[in-house]
């Protein structure tokens, strides 16, 4: 698409923390489900998770801004991103919307 992102924003959250957001939200979809297959499936999408962001890491290493996103709120990530966004990545930077990747495992609050 000859898009070139301004920043990669990483949001880090821990492998458990993903998984139990994951369990959380299977169970609000559908509250009949096992125990033990919500397990399997979740451990499933992070593992499948860790393998895509392998090669991301490879590739963009440079460019990724990590930001620890364990134990904060929704409001609170949002709140943090927008204070990052506000910042000229050049000095004498034209002001347009910032054109960012916002990476992250399951459960980490990038659709919000």
């Keep these: ?20 957001a994951i369990k959380e939200k299977a169970l609000e979809q559908d509250e009949n489900q096992s125990i033990t297959h919500l397990d ?14 392998r090669h991301v890491r490879e590739t963009f290493s440079q460019f990724i801004f990590h930001t620890d996103v364990t134990g904060l709120d929704s409001s609170e990530i949002s709140v943090n991103l927008a204070k990052m966004l506000r910042i000229r ?3 004498q930077a034209p ?3 910032p054109r960012v990747v916002i990476l992250g495992p399951p459960g980490s609050g990038r659709s919000t």
């Design 1 to 20: 698409m000859a898009i070139l992102p301004d920043q990669f924003v990483h949001l880090d959250l821990s492998q458990q923390e993903s998984i139990n």
């Design 40 to 53: 399997e499936i979740a451990n499933e999408m992070y593992h499948e998770y860790e393998l895509n962001m």
């Design 89 to 91: 990545f050049r000095h």
């Design 95 to 97: 002001r347009r919307p």
